[in-house]
């Protein structure tokens, strides 16, 4: 028996065989979600008509919920150790616009307890939210599931009637924190509510908001169903694997950001400038202005081999050749 592969395969059967934690009741807008609101109201009323239309969440997606459950607990602990009193709540329940959430916990502070939520994340993303200081810098956030934050606070705050609460970030491979404190903003809050009651109207007609394309329908489940005839829809049936890792989503917004700014032509021009001058001094020790170009040689080893005894010990080997686009230009 392979002790790694059976170790693997005994704890992923197990972890699936795990309890989910409870959701809302049938027929209430989470709170976590109602920040869709600003992106795409549609998205909240087809979770609650037809949440079987929604692409499965891969088993690492569901692992980082897990994970982040997991840190919850370690998090409050810290908070307790440094002197900090928390408290539970059971799950919210706001019938009169058909909301549910579970907060993570209540801090006492100011002599008051407020909402406070923790956010577990990748090394390569805790920089970029570090940045991030107010709920206004939250909500222009370059990825959604940042923006949708202050929507969900707000409606904690509401809910519970406090006027403050605060998020905590913490960076899974440091341990680091970050925090941004969230206040009650009465027009923000009420138009993130207003939205939750337009929801509940359309879904009681079975009239959800109508399929209109924005650049955050490529990170919906729901895309191949609003947009069942495009190349993305078609490409999702056919041999492609889906990674929804933080970390790569980070890393490929980079990367986008190089292209968008044309540093990747400025990149392939400063190569060939650097190649040029190089090879114009082969040799040689100079100075040209302010610059000191040196160039020195070596000897490097080869092999000159006759055709006929290539072609007698040749052998192929798999390689790759990789490309990155952006998925609007990659179909």
């Known amino acids: 028996m392979n002790i790694g ?10 972890i699936e065989k795990e309890k989910q934690p409870e959701g809302p009741p049938p027929g209430y ?54 002197g900090f009193e928390l408290r539970s709540r059971p799950r919210l329940i706001w019938d009169k616009h058909r909301i549910s959430g579970e907060i993570d916990r209540e801090i006492k502070a100011n002599g008051d307890f407020s909402p406070i939520d923790f956010k577990t994340c990748s090394s390569a993303m805790f920089p970029r939210l570090e940045k991030l200081t107010t709920a206004e810098a939250l909500l222009h956030s370059d990825f959604y599931w940042v923006r949708h934050y202050p929507a969900q606070l707000s409606t904690y705050m509401l809910m519970l009637q406090k006027q403050q ?20 903003d009465p027009s923000y809050a009420s138009q993130i509510v207003g939205g939750a009651d337009e929801v509940n109207i359309r879904v009681e007609k079975e009239d959800p908001f109508p399929a209109e394309y ?7 489940g729901f895309f191949a169903f609003d947009f069942p005839d495009t190349d993305k829809a078609t490409l999702a049936q056919g ?28 990149i392939k021009k400063f190569e060939k400038l650097d190649k040029e001058i190089k090879g114009a001094f082969q040799g040689r ?10 160039s020195k040689g070596y000897l490097q080893t080869y092999y000159d081999v006759p055709d006929d005894l290539k072609e007698k010990f040749k052998k ?3 390689r790759y050749r990789a490309s990155i686009k952006h998925l609007a230009e990659a179909l």
């Not at 499965?56 to 459950?69: A, D, H, I, N």
């Not at 950001?257 to 400025?266: A, I, K, R, Y």
């Not at 100079?286 to 040196?294: A, K, P």
């Open 239 to 266: 041999d492609i694997e889906t990674v929804d890792d933080e970390e790569w989503l980070v890393k490929l917004a980079e990367h986008q950001e190089f292209v968008d700014g044309g540093l990747t032509e400025l």
């Open 29 to 82: 807008n989470r709170a976590s979600e109602l920040g869709w609101w600003d992106d795409c109201p549609r998205y909240l009323c087809l979770r609650r008509l037809c949440p079987e239309k929604e692409a499965p969440k891969s088993k690492s997606f569901r692992r980082r919920l897990r994970e982040g459950r997991k840190q919850e607990l370690l998090i409050a602990n810290d908070l307790e150790l440094a």
């Open 316 to 318: 192929q080997a798999q």
């Open 5 to 14: 592969q059976e170790i693997i395969r005994r704890v992923d059967e197990a």
């Open 285 to 294: 020790r100079v100075m040209i202005g302010s610059h000191v170009v040196e």
């Open 214 to 220: 924005k650049p955050i329908c490529q990170d919906c």
């Open 165 to 184: 609460s605060v998020i905590l970030f913490k960076d899974k491979d440091s341990g680091l924190f970050h925090t941004v404190d969230i206040e009650l």
